[in-house]
């Protein structure tokens, strides 16, 4: 075995069994080269495992660092980063991606209650709520991330030689934020920025490095799985709507 993986820390990184909040973690392991432990907890699970207080804040996702335990998305982004050299060359730098970061979480916690109901989460007009919410929320934030990019000479979020956590946070949550959109196809019309750093990130650097360690130490993001029964049934699970030391009670309908 190779004499740096007998001495690195045993990571594993506990979330459901999709890709959600969980996915840009797992990118950055895989970019960083890092071997983890990839534990997916199925929905119908979690109401128990939240009772048994096995989490911090009760909410995933949750890394533990040979045994020690620590939540929140950006945290252990933030974390990974650090040990891995995916940071930033300097304390500025990593300040300014982490000030991106946080900005784009803000963004995510803006458009939420569009999000949940369009998911299919929670009732409500989806329409209504895409129009009321959604685009108005993109149309204030997009332009922050453009801004960022516009004076960056490599073309990476906080302008570094390299990507950082925030380049690999923002691209992994525009790649299902895309898919949700009903107007995909328009979704980057006015931000060209954005739209090559995500082509970019996404088909080279992330993709190419998440599919070579995937085969090695990671299984693919599958569906979530939840009980069906012969008639409708509730599926009631605590599920972060963004990793806040909150989380939101969302009944599933499933038939």
């Excluded at 929905?43 to 048994?52: G, I, N």
């Excluded at 129009?131 to 204030?140: E, F, I, L």
């Amino acid at each position: 075995m190779n004499e740096a993986l007998e001495t690195m820390p045993h990571y594993k990184l506990t979330y459901f069994d999709l890709r959600g909040r969980g996915e840009p973690i797992r990118m950055m392991f895989a970019i960083a080269g890092v071997p983890f432990e990839d534990k997916r907890v199925q929905l119908q699970d979690w109401e128990a495992m939240a009772k048994s207080k096995a989490t911090p804040f009760d909410a995933l996702p949750m890394l533990e660092v040979d045994g020690v335990k620590f939540a929140q998305t950006l945290a252990i982004l933030r974390y990974i980063a650090r040990e891995t050299g995916f940071a930033g060359p300097d304390n500025l730098t990593a300040a300014k991606a982490d000030a991106l970061a946080d900005q784009y979480a803000d963004f995510v916690m803006a458009f939420m209650p569009w999000h949940i109901v369009n998911a299919g989460y929670a009732p409500g007009d989806k329409d209504v709520l895409y129009d009321s919410t959604y685009v108005p929320t993109k149309a204030k934030h997009f332009p922050y991330f453009e801004a960022a990019l516009k004076m960056s000479t490599t073309g990476w979020y906080a302008d570094t030689p390299e990507l950082t956590h925030v380049d690999v946070f923002i691209a992994a949550s525009l790649e299902w934020l895309k898919r949700m959109d009903k107007n995909g196809d328009k979704f980057f019309d006015g931000f060209p920025l954005m739209e090559a750093h995500y082509k970019k990130s996404l088909t080279n650097k992330i993709d190419s490095c998440w599919n070579e360690a995937e085969s090695d130490f990671l299984r693919p993001s599958q569906t979530a799985k939840v009980p069906r029964g012969e008639t409708r049934c509730s599926v009631l699970i605590r599920c972060l709507v963004l990793d806040t030391a909150s989380y939101s009670l969302i009944k599933l309908h499933v038939v």
